[in-house]
């Protein structure tokens, strides 16, 4: 069974610019949840979809936003970049959004410059 | 407040030896308490997980205390072997999915 992919691996921007990360969940899997892992901040929630819909969501500016497709595909958006958005951006699947087992991908590496 | 605190921030033991990791948290509306093992380049893996109503769990080398009223929790790695290198993270979860965690521990285990 594959494994929760995140897309692109890693992602250079420059201040201002937007960026969309990709992310497909285990099979069979309906809820994603998105973090940012940086090393100052450690990991942080940024929000979580289930069904197409947000279920909640993290403290992060209205800057970033995410989406849920019909097949559980979710992306997320990051709208005019700052130098502290650089971080690693993970992606974790689960069955539901009542089942606790988090899946993690290996992340999307982004540098803002 | 939503703050999982975890100490130490690394941590150095010998082959065979037993690396612990603490864990401290304020809201009381927790109730799962995951481990999670990242190696370099890669995400967080799910190691073992806890519920407030157990005080202690144990999957093979790795094992969780949980006490309750002090509001702390901790890991255990017994014999510990090289491959256990790696980042540890505790974390918290409330309502839904959102898991709040810990700032990391980073274990190295001399062979």
């Known amino acids: 069974k594959a494994g929760v992919t995140q897309t692109p691996r890693y992602l250079i921007k420059t201040r201002g610019q937007q960026v969309t990360l990709s992310c497909s969940p285990i099979?069979?899997?309906?809820?994603v949840s998105w973090y940012q892992q940086t090393p100052g901040q450690g990991l942080q929630f940024l929000f979580e979809?289930?069904?197409?819909?947000?279920?909640n969501k993290g403290n992060f500016p209205g800057r970033f936003s995410g989406r849920q497709f019909s097949n559980s595909r979710s992306e997320m958006n990051v709208s005019t970049l700052e130098l502290g958005d650089s971080a690693l951006y993970l992606c974790?699947?689960?069955?539901?959004?009542?089942?606790?087992?988090?899946?993690f991908g290996s992340g999307t590496q982004l540098s803002v410059l | 407040q939503q703050q999982v605190k975890q100490s130490p921030q690394s941590l150095i033991v010998q082959k065979g030896g037993i690396s612990i990791i603490n864990c401290a948290y304020e809201?009381?509306?927790?109730?799962?308490f995951p481990w999670y093992q990242q190696f370099p380049g890669k995400g967080p893996a799910l190691l073992i997980a806890?519920?407030?109503?157990?005080s202690e769990k144990k999957e093979g080398r790795f094992t969780i205390s949980f006490n309750k009223s002090a509001k702390q929790f901790s890991l255990h790695i017994m014999d510990s072997q090289p491959g256990d290198s790696a980042t540890y993270f505790c974390?918290?979860?409330?309502?839904?999915?959102?898991?709040?965690f810990g700032g990391g521990t980073r274990v190295l285990v001399k062979p």
């Open positions: 974390a918290a979860k409330a309502a839904g999915n959102k898991l709040t």
């Open positions: 809201n009381t509306a927790f109730d799962y």
């Open positions: 806890i519920r407030p109503d157990v």
């Open positions: 974790a699947s689960s069955l539901d959004s009542t089942n606790e087992k988090l899946f």
């Open positions: 099979s069979g899997h309906r809820s």
């Open positions: 979809y289930f069904s197409e819909t947000q279920r």
